[in-house]
T-cell receptor, first 115, second 113 residues
Framework: EPEVTQTPSHQVTQMGQEVILRCVPISNHLYFYWYRQILGQKVEFLVSFYNNEISEKSEIFDDQFSVERPDGSNFTLKIRSTKLEDSAMYFC?????????????FGPGTRLTVT | GENVEQHPSTLSVQEGDSAVIKCTYSDSASNYFPWYKQELGKGPQLIIDIRSNVGEKKDQRIAVTLNKTAKHFSLHITETQPEDSAVYFCAAPMNTGFQKLVFGTGTRLLVSP
């Protein structure tokens, strides 16, 4: 069964450093998303991406964040200058508009720890 | 914007019992309601969803019911098993573009053998 994959599974970085989180969405999906989950809290939407551009973003997704689809398979989230409060699990998701754009399938996540 | 409330926050049942988790939403334009199961250290897994044109949907031991008038929907798990133990999240889309899912706060379900 196709699935969303994410790398790395755990990333430790120092405050102020840049990080890039990587995702490979399900191959025939056209919508891509990033969500985050601070430890013990609910999952929060960050951004959605379709047709090579951001289609929606939340208030959390400020100028420190950016997304890119550098090739036909990868989807990345970059945090330019990490803060302590960026420590969280980051989940990538994708959906297929042919099956209803709402059905979002999540990857296993990247745990980001900012020290 | 959409606000999703979920309860209970924790639910303990004996193996074989039924479990019910309830969610309410605020945006009457929402028309799609998924449920996700999250096991420790893993990503949310879509287990069942319902669209607003039906009131109930079943998939083996799992069912979801929707009451559009009251703006609430519920997850029902029958004949629970220890492997059902996980955190369950409901969600509803923001009406803007229907892409942004707003999640509930989660229910930790513990099924004891």
């Amino acid at each position: 069964e196709p699935e969303v994959t994410q790398t790395p599974s755990h990333q430790v970085t120092q405050m102020g450093q840049e990080v890039i989180l990587r995702c490979v969405p399900i191959s025939n999906h056209l919508y891509f998303y990033w969500y985050r989950q601070i430890l013990g809290q609910k999952v929060e939407f960050l951004v959605s991406f379709y047709n090579n551009e951001i289609s929606e973003k939340s208030e959390i997704f400020d100028d420190q964040f950016s997304v890119e689809r550098p090739d036909g398979s990868n989807f990345t989230l970059k945090i330019r200058s990490t803060k302590l409060e960026d420590s969280a699990m980051y989940f990538c998701a994708s959906s297929d508009p042919g099956q209803g754009a709402h059905e979002q399938y999540f990857g296993p996540g990247t745990r980001l720890t900012v020290t | 914007g959409e606000n999703v409330e979920q309860h209970p926050s924790t639910l303990s049942v004996q193996e074989g019992d039924s479990a019910v988790i309830k969610c309410t939403y605020s945006d009457s334009a929402s028309n799609y309601f998924p449920w996700y199961k999250q096991e420790l250290g893993k990503g949310p897994q879509l287990i069942i969803d319902i669209r607003s044109n039906v009131g109930e949907k079943k998939d083996q031991r799992i069912a979801v019911t929707l009451n559009k008038t009251a703006k609430h929907f519920s997850l029902h798990i029958t004949e629970t098993q220890p492997e059902d133990s996980a955190v369950y999240f409901c969600a509803a889309p923001m009406n803007t573009g229907f892409q942004k899912l707003v999640f509930g706060t989660g229910t930790r379900l513990l099924v004891s053998p």
